[in-house]
Nanobody, 129 residues
Framework: QLQLVESGGGLVQPGGSLRLSCEAS????????MGWFRRAPGKEREGVAC????????RYADSVKGRFTISRDNAKRLVYLQMSSLKAPDTGTYYC??????????????????????WGQGTQVTVSS
């Protein structure tokens, strides 16, 4: 079973930047679209960014477009989320996810039963002065 471990979270001031990393183990991620989701306090988990299995296309939530960038290195089994111009509403637990699909499904579809998906335990990001 694919295992995902996130790192890179922390406390950052508004306007600052962070880079999250997700390391996969047990087997490769070449056949998986990879994504980042987040759960803000008191809210449901929401999709933030997704990248296709080859890295050729990516997709973002409207709230992070132009500020966040997702990337991947299949050879190293790593996925990144570069976050810039961070705002207080970006605070939350960030989860790395993999879905057995070449293309990015709609964020709402990632946990549908017809997709094999895997999730990390999450890393906390707090944006505060």
């Amino acid at each position: 079973q694919l295992q995902l471990v996130e790192s890179g979270g922390g406390l950052v001031q508004p306007g600052g930047s962070l880079r999250l990393s997700c390391e996969a183990s047990r087997f490769g991620i070449d056949h998986f679209a990879m994504g980042w989701f987040r759960r803000a306090p008191g809210k449901e988990r929401e999709g933030v960014a997704c990248i296709t299995n080859t890295g050729g296309e990516d997709r973002y939530a409207d709230s992070v477009k132009g500020r966040f960038t997702i990337s991947r290195d299949n050879a190293k089994r790593l996925v990144y989320l570069q976050m810039s111009s961070l705002k207080a509403p970006d605070t939350g637990t960030y989860y790395c996810a993999a879905v057995q699909s070449a293309l990015c499904p709609r964020f709402d579809d990632w946990e549908k039963p017809w997709y094999r998906n895997y999730w990390g335990q999450g890393t906390q990001v707090t944006v505060s002065s």
